[in-house]
């Protein structure tokens, strides 16, 4: 089975300073990694995915996120954050054999300060 | 190209009484899920249908929650009796297969038992 921890429950930052949410998994098995952002009072939208290949993988409105197997990490970067990105991001896992059961994390709020 | 369909947004009922939720997926999605969003937490898997048919429903409380997807389209997830802990956003979600993690979400219907 999968498990997904994010590390950090909420993330103050403040407009166009750099940011980093991070996420770590468990699984005996390869792994397909995702990230989904929850605007307020919307439902959850597909921010960037790692299925397989080059281990940065770059997502929409600037995000980007880096596979690491040794450390069984998957963190969401972005270099300068908007005051619209804030949002409650979830990291998610996945084992690609079979039909696939997406586990959630607890999620991260982020909050950008002007 | 419409979204996933959720109905009602929300629903305010007392303990023991019932609810049910309603989910429309995007056209041509065979696989349809239905999580279970408690404040603070997570998105937790509660069903996963493949067409007709139902793919992963180890995480249903089967004495109190039903869900049924007729005609491998829309899907109909019930509560009775409800609890308070079952208090909650309901989210449905549709993809077009169950391989590459890329499910579509509905804003959710939030649930508040008294």
């Known amino acids: 089975a999968q498990s997904v921890t994010q590390l950090d429950s909420q993330v103050p930052v403040f407009e166009e300073a750099p940011v980093e949410l991070r996420c770590n998994y468990s699984?005996?098995?390869?792994?397909?990694l995702f990230w989904y952002v929850q605007y307020p009072n919307q439902g959850l939208q597909l921010l960037l995915k790692y299925l397989s290949g080059s281990t940065l993988v770059k997502g929409i409105n600037g995000f980007e996120a880096e596979f690491n197997k040794s450390q069984t990490s998957f963190h969401l970067r972005k270099p300068s954050v908007h005051i619209s990105d804030t949002a409650e991001y979830f990291c998610a896992v996945s084992a690609p054999q079979g039909a696939q059961k997406l586990v959630f994390g607890q999620g991260t709020r982020l909050t950008i300060n002007p | 190209e419409a979204g996933v369909a959720q109905s009602p947004r929300y629903k305010i009922i007392e303990k023991r009484q019932s609810v049910a939720f309603w989910c429309n997926p995007i056209s041509g999605h065979a696989t349809l899920y239905w999580y279970q969003q408690i404040l603070g937490q997570g998105p937790k898997l509660l069903i996963q249908?493949?067409?007709?048919?139902?793919?992963?429903d180890s995480q249903l409380p089967k004495d109190r929650f039903s869900a049924e997807r007729l005609k491998g389209v829309d899907s109909t997830l019930k509560i009775q009796p409800a609890k308070l802990e079952d208090s909650a956003v309901y989210l449905c979600?549709?993809?077009?297969?169950?391989?590459?993690?890329?499910?579509?979400f509905g804003e959710g219907s939030r649930l508040t038992v008294l």
């Open positions: 249908f493949q067409n007709n048919g139902v793919v992963d």
């Open positions: 699984s005996s098995v390869s792994v397909y």
């Open positions: 979600a549709s993809s077009f297969d169950s391989f590459t993690g890329e499910l579509f």
